[in-house]
Nanobody
Framework: QVELVESGGGLVRPGGSLRLSCVASGFTLDYYAIGWFRQAPGKEREGVSCISGSDSSTYYATSVKGRFTISRSNAKNTVYLQMNSLKPEDTAVYYC??????????????WGQGTQVTVSS
């Protein structure tokens, strides 16, 4: 059974950092791309970052480029999202999702339950 479990969210002040984790089970992580998404209240869900399953190519939304870093540990079946220089507009529920294959352009076929990130002074 495919499962994705996010953790690491919380309350942080502007300029602070958080590291989100997405622990995968039920499949071989290195065969799939994994994306991070977020949804703020009243807004549509948006893609934040993705790491491919083949060569671990990474992609970022313009709004987070230079501040967020995605990485993966296939040995730990975990994908990370390091978030630095956080802004209030980064406040959202963050989800990880498995793509249907190696590439980040593929659609998502499994989602985690989400973890809340709140950036506030």
């Amino acid at each position: 059974q495919v499962e994705l479990v996010e953790s690491g969210g919380g309350l942080v002040r502007p300029g602070g950092s958080l590291r989100l984790s997405c622990v995968a089970s039920g499949f071989t992580l290195d065969y799939y791309a994994i994306g991070w998404f977020r949804q703020a209240p009243g807004k549509e869900r948006e893609g934040v970052s993705c790491i491919s399953g083949s060569d671990s190519s990474t992609y970022y939304a313009t709004s987070v480029k230079g501040r967020f870093t995605i990485s993966r540990s296939n040995a730990k079946n975990t994908v990370y999202l390091q978030m630095n220089s956080l802004k209030p507009e980064d406040t959202a529920v963050y989800y990880c999702a498995r793509k249907s294959g190696y590439g980040c352009l593929l659609s998502e076929d499994n989602w985690g339950q989400g973890t809340q990130v709140t950036v506030s002074s």
